[in-house]
């Protein structure tokens, strides 16, 4: 099972939600539901904006757990 790591790496560089979602050009509620749920499945699209934007590769925007 992969987990959402995006919104550590947000507040790591002191992004609040609503400036992740400017910046990425990602619905609000979007971004909400990923911090809010690591669980969370957004699009591929979705992930590529938001690693863009923090900076990082789609393999340091998840971490695999134990199901």
């Known amino acids: 099972m992969l987990r959402l790591k995006v919104k ?3 507040r790591e560089r002191g992004l609040s939600m609503g400036k992740l979602s400017r910046l990425a050009d990602v619905d609000y509620t979007t971004i909400k539901r990923m ?3 690591a669980n969370y499945s957004p699009t591929i699209e979705t992930l590529w904006k ?3 934007v923090l ?3 789609l393999d340091e925007l998840v971490e695999e757990v134990p199901n």
């Open 8 to 10: 550590d790496i947000a």
């Open 35 to 37: 911090f809010d749920d």
């Open 50 to 52: 938001i690693k863009r």
């Open 55 to 57: 900076q990082v590769s």
